[in-house]
Each structure stands twice: as C-alpha cells, then as structure tokens.
C-alpha cells in the first residue's frame, strides 16, 4: 500500500522533496497530490514548472535539487525493476481519483509543506480539492495522517484548527528544525525536519543524527 504525500502551497518544497526522497530510499510507494497553490511555491523556489503531462520529469528534476537549490545533488529512482512506478501522481483537481474513496487502501497520509489555509480546509473537513479530500479520508478511516505545518506566527485561528485536526486524530509537526543533531549544511535542517515527520508516520529512516543523552555528542563525528 502507499503513502499519499500531499504538498500544499505554503513555503517549504525542500521537506517534501526530502519526505519523498526518504520513503521512496525505504522502498515505499508514494501517491503524490501537488496543489494548484504548491506549484507557484515550487516555481519560486526551484525554478521548476511542475506540469501534470510531465510529472515524471519535474519531480525527478525537483527530487535530484538539494536544499540549497543545487540541481543534480541527489541520485532518485522512481521506478522498481519490473514493477513500474513506485509513484503514482494525482492531480489535485480530480475528485475521483484513488485517494478520495475510504476503499482505496493507502497506509496514511503526509501533508508536507502544510499551509494555514490547508490546515483551515482539512479541520473543517471542506475537501475543496484532492489534497483537503485525501486528509479528510485518511481521518474517517483512523489511518495516520501527519500535517507539517510551515507558517509563522501563528494566529488564534489556525491554533484552533491545529487542535481540532489533533483531536481528530492527526499528528501536527512544525515544521521546527533543532540544532542539536550537528548540522553543518542547509540540507540537514531540511532533514531533521523531513525526518520528524517520517518519525510521526512510523517510518524508519536515516535523515538525521538521534539524541542519545550525550551534550555535545552532534557536534563530534559520527561513529
């Protein structure tokens, strides 16, 4: 079964691209929502022009960029040997698509970057679009849904819709890098974020040095 990944337009490309590294790395199957919003946040960020008749190309172009927008940083296979593609895209508008049904089988769902305004969609269950409908399945079907949300300060409003998705059974990650994993590199504060919220998911991963009861300890080599 997939996971869905779900990239909303709020600031913060370089987690999803990190989520969607790792889980794939892992040998995971991913469904992938982009938002109609998310796509002038990627165009901005990366300079890449995510289209639904090229996904295959823009995502590996998008997934091989580093954090500090360095094309070519990453290798990113998007194809099992024999079984086709371990990624299978969704454009957001499609209300019919496999993620809006209870019945379409997926292990959870990760909304990485998560804007105030999908926050807003996803609490008050409005499923304007795939992404909203996908969460709001992934909820009634009390499988786990993990929100990142990428905004700050943070007004009443959305604190209030942060509580109700947490009361509903979902898991809300800031998107908070720490700095006691010894990072040297953009690209490690993206990871320690991305790696939290695989955390969240149960995900098993690499991105990021774990603490260990030991001050100091990130800033020494690893092992």
């Excluded at 019919?96 to 049904?101: I, K, L, N, Q, R």
């Excluded at 992934?138 to 993990?146: F, G, H, N, Q």
């Excluded at 990021?208 to 100091?216: A, F, L, V």
Aim: with cysteine; proline share 5%.
């Amino acid at each position: 079964m997939p996971w869905i990944v779900g990239v909303s337009g709020a600031s913060g490309t370089p987690y999803a691209a990190a989520v969607l590294r790792a889980l794939l790395a892992g040998g995971e199957s991913v469904d992938l929502v982009v938002s109609r919003a998310s796509r002038l946040t990627l165009l901005d960020e990366t300079g890449i022009s995510f289209r639904d008749a090229h996904w295959r190309d823009d995502l590996r172009e998008w997934l091989a960029r580093g954090a500090d927008g360095k094309p070519g940083t990453f290798d990113v296979d998007l194809e099992d040997e024999g079984d086709g593609d371990r990624v299978r895209y969704w454009a957001a508008g499609d209300l019919a698509a496999g993620p809006s049904s209870g019945s379409y089988a997926t292990k959870g769902m990760l909304i990485v970057p998560a804007s105030t305004a999908c926050v807003a969609g996803v609490a008050l269950g409005l499923s304007k679009d795939l992404l909203q409908r996908a969460a709001s399945v992934t909820l009634k079907e009390r499988r786990p849904l993990v929100v990142a949300v990428r905004e700050t300060p943070l007004n009443g409003q959305t604190l209030r819709h942060l509580v109700a998705l947490d009361e509903a059974g979902a898991s809300v990650v800031p998107a908070s890098p720490a700095f006691y994993a010894g990072a040297t590199h953009i690209q490690d504060l993206v990871d320690f974020v991305a790696g939290r919220v695989l955390d969240a998911a149960g995900v098993g991963h690499g991105l990021y040095r774990r603490w260990k009861g030991e001050i100091g300890g990130g800033s020494r080599p690893p092992a």
